[in-house]
């Protein structure tokens, strides 16, 4: 459970914002989505591996 204490006089959109980013870090929201589908460990692997691909050509090219 999340707690989010608003101090006295403080504005409510931002401890509606702080409560926002801690529910964000938590990750819920990531972890629900991927609940709702099952997804095979050889596709979950080839997507990790398309993504270390990419990520490693975007690194190279910024160095040139």
């Known amino acids: 459970m999340i707690v989010v204490p ?25 972890e629900l989505r991927a609940r709702q589908a099952f997804e ?6 080839r997507k990790k591996m398309q993504k270390a691909v990419y990520v490693k050509q975007l690194q190279i090219a910024e160095e040139q």
């Open 6 to 30: 608003v101090k006295e006089g403080e504005n409510i959109e931002r401890a509606l914002k702080r409560f926002k980013k801690k529910f964000e870090k938590t990750g819920a929201v990531r």
């Open 40 to 45: 095979k460990p050889s596709v979950a692997k």
